[in-house]
Nanobody, 114 residues
């Protein structure tokens, strides 16, 4: 069974930083990415990264978020700096196989306080 396990979420003050990690088991994904879903809003893409390291960021996420990947660990990371209260959301790891099948992690809560 393919699993994506996120870690690193938590409570942080505005202006602070967090680093999210996601480890995939039993499968190496073509694309891995991070999404988030705030209360009452749709899930939105933050960024994704190919196995070769090509990154893709949502326009609104450029600048404060950095995605990276360690293929040897089947892991993807999201460095978040300058966090704002509006970044409060559940952050989800996503893995996409080359044929299109997607898998999701269980989500990790990030809460940014003023």
């Amino acid at each position: 069974q393919v699993e994506l396990v996120e870690s690193g979420g938590g409570l942080v003050q505005a202006g602070g930083s967090l680093r999210l990690s996601c480890a995939a088991s039993r499968f190496t994904f073509s694309i891995m990415g991070w999404y988030r879903q705030a209360p009452g809003k749709q899930r939105e893409l933050i960024a994704d990264i190919s196995r070769g390291g090509v990154t893709n960021y949502a326009d609104s996420m450029k600048g404060r978020f950095t995605i990276s990947r360690d293929n040897s660990k089947n892991s993807v990371y999201l460095q978040m700096n300058g966090l704002k209260p509006e970044d409060t959301a559940v952050y989800y790891c996503n893995g996409r196989a080359s044929w299109g099948t997607e898998y999701w992690g269980q989500g990790t809560q990030v809460t940014v306080t003023v």
